[in-house]
């Protein structure tokens, strides 16, 4: 096993200077972390209930999204955890009562994400309405489902049982040439999308993979 010392603010790192791995059961844990040794600069934490690793930035102030940007639960001013690069599958919850046009996710400052693919996760079957569909759009295109559902949306043939599901593909998402371009930086948006009409149940996810190239706060 290597040595463990501690850094100059507290922080247990490796003799190699890599902070010693970390983790707790949930993103509201995650938040819930008060102790001085936990709220260090570079401290970085395991949620283990999705794999994701989040990095403590004593000095940003971005708003907190749950997805790359977690407030502590004491609200201080200054002081982040942030989604740590590399693979990443984020998960922005919907439900059938979700607004037409509101912003599932907006890429904070000091953030670039690589668009690999998109689905969706239903948790509670999508029905009811008029030939209800939805879809995903994106700031790039801003069109209505051109990340996923299409033109046409997803339908409750589709969303109306409780899974994995892979969706329609987006018109900028279909052709390898598109997928390169799929590129987002600071303030660049994720949005939902009512194509027709709007079911009367329903809840879930919508789910971006990709990779989290850098979110180095602000």
């Keep these: 096993m290597p040595r463990v010392f501690h850094s100059p603010y507290g922080a247990p790192i490796y003799a190699d200077g890599s902070p010693v791995a970390a983790s707790v059961a949930t993103l509201a844990a995650l938040k819930a972390l008060s102790d001085l040794g936990d709220l260090v600069h570079g401290n970085e934490v395991t949620v283990d209930a999705d794999g994701s690793k989040w990095r403590f930035h004593s000095s940003s102030a971005l708003t907190g999204d749950d997805i790359l940007v977690a407030t502590p639960d004491a609200a201080p001013s200054a002081g982040r955890w942030l989604r740590c690069p590399g693979a990443v599958d984020l998960a922005l919850p ?7 046009g509101a912003v599932l996710l907006t890429i904070p400052t000091g ?8 689905h969706w996760e239903v948790t509670t079957g999508f029905t009811g309405g ?19 559902g299409g033109a046409g949306g997803d339908v409750t043939a589709t969303l109306g049982t409780a899974g994995i599901k892979t969706g329609t593909i987006g018109a900028i998402m279909d052709t390898d040439a598109e997928l390169h371009a799929q590129m987002y930086v600071a303030a660049s948006n994720f949005t939902f999308e009512r194509i027709t009409s709007a079911y009367t149940a329903g809840a879930g996810y919508v789910h971006l993979v990709g990779t989290l190239l850098r979110n180095a706060g602000a």
């Design 94 to 100: 919907i439900a059938f009562g979700t607004a037409d």
């Design 111 to 118: 953030a670039r994400f690589k668009l690999e693919s998109a």
């Design 130 to 148: 008029s030939s209800s569909a939805i879809g995903v759009a994106s700031s790039l295109n801003a069109t209505a489902g051109d990340i996923l």
